[in-house]
């Protein structure tokens, strides 16, 4: 509690100290434009605000809904949300030495996290070395998740519910990008810590790797003792869009304690493509993203706990028209489609060869208002069934939802 009070006390007084600050002397530090922007450089490619010559910059980004959904036909009621603040602490120590931390208050503050908090020593733009709290770059949305750039109110659920969105641990790894003409390639690889058993030991009551967000001791110690490698090659062309593999990978129980063997090493394997491009002709921006889970599930566990999953998601966002609107020159209206699924347990009985039935469809449509770049206005209508493992008729629910979300 001592440490929460601390963080708060310290972005209040900053806030404060800027709010008397000649504003002649404050400057928005323009996101990187040189060459071709990936995902990953999500992290770095935000707004910051500096004052005079200080090293340091600040920025963030919040974002508030309000929803009504019915599932199977019963409703919570109308419901207001502060779902997250984020806020950034960005400083150039040196010339090609960057520091960056991430603060993110989530639910009116009821979890606040050091989402990201990482040094970066620049080599040669082929060879970084970044150390700290670094986001493993497993799939794209882990990367570039920040809300006011997208459509959509919700986060995907094939990025929250099957993957571990935000998923960040304590570790070590390099990074690079080569450009050439309309070309970019680019890698990362980090050896962190990872995963606990909570994956299949938690209250979902089957294989679920967000579980192990639960667990903060991720940053100070690794459960199994033994590193999660994650790794990601991108190549980007200015016409044809943005390809992304990736993998994450590691023993996630604890095999071994005091020298004594308590199992076998059982390790969790997913990998993920993402793509995205827009469409020239119509400006239709299309971003996928699909991921498959391969975990070693023990034997003493019932079939209820998948061995394979797999899922994706496909944003289709398409401008109406920009204009002034209320004295907002430029501002977009888009109209947004979300297509997403999940297969928690990929395969069929043992005893009876049918298939498993646990599944989830949704179906997100929306239109948005973005009255400047960096701040949007959303109205979703979220569309899904869900079927149990049996294959029983589908839960279903469905709602509308209305948003803000904003850099500051």
């Known amino acids: ?24 002397l404050l400057r928005r530090i323009p996101k990187d434009t040189s060459g071709l922007q990936m995902n990953m450089d999500a992290v770095y490619n935000r707004p910051f605000l500096q004052v005079g010559k200080l090293p340091v910059a600040l920025g963030g980004y919040a974002e508030a809904n309000y929803q009504y959904l019915q599932q199977d036909g019963v409703t919570e009621g109308h419901q207001f949300q502060m779902r997250r603040v984020s806020v950034f602490i960005s400083s150039s120590i040196v010339n090609r030495i960057k520091f960056l931390s991430e603060i993110e208050f989530e639910d009116g503050a009821k979890e606040i996290g050091i989402e990201f908090a990482s040094l970066d020593i620049e080599f040669n733009p082929l060879l970084n070395l970044r150390g700290g709290i670094v986001l493993n770059p497993i799939g794209a949305f882990n990367q570039n998740h920040d809300g006011p750039k997208w459509e959509f109110i919700d986060r995907p659920i094939p990025a929250t519910q099957m993957l571990p969105a935000t998923f960040s641990n304590a570790g070590f790894g390099f990074y690079g990008k080569k450009y050439k003409k309309d070309w970019v390639y680019a890698y990362e690889v980090y050896l962190t810590n990872g995963f606990d058993d909570q994956i299949i030991s938690n209250t979902e009551n089957k294989t679920f790797l967000p579980a192990s967000k639960e667990n903060p001791d991720r940053f100070e110690e690794s459960f ?42 059982r390790r969790v394997n997913v990998f993920a493509v993402d793509f995205n491009t827009t469409v020239n002709a119509s400006k239709t921006f299309i971003n996928a993203e699909w991921a498959f889970v391969k975990v070693d599930v023990p034997d003493t566990y019932t079939e209820q706990f998948g061995e394979k999953q797999q899922g994706g998601f496909i944003d289709f966002v398409q401008p109406l028209f920009t204009k002034n609107i209320f004295g907002f020159e430029k501002s977009v209206i888009n109209a947004a489609l979300r297509l997403e699924y999940v297969d928690w347990n990929k395969g069929n009985f043992i005893s009876t060869g049918e298939n498993i039935s646990d599944y989830i469809f949704s179906i997100v449509p929306a239109i948005s208002w973005r009255p400047t770049a960096q701040t949007v206005l959303r109205f979703n209508y979220r569309y899904y069934w869900q079927k149990d493992i049996l294959g029983n008729p589908p839960s279903k629910l469905a709602g509308f939802q209305f948003g803000i979300a904003t850099y500051f």
């Open 224 to 265: 199994s003792g033994s590193p999660l490698l994650t790794g990601k090659v991108a190549v980007r062309n200015n016409k044809i869009g943005e390809l992304g593999l990736s993998y994450m990978g590691g023993v996630y129980n604890k095999f071994e304690e005091d020298g004594l063997v308590l199992d076998k090493k």
């Open 1 to 24: 509690m001592r440490k929460i009070v601390a963080i708060v006390f310290v972005l209040v007084m900053t806030g404060s100290a800027i709010g008397q600050i000649d504003p002649s």
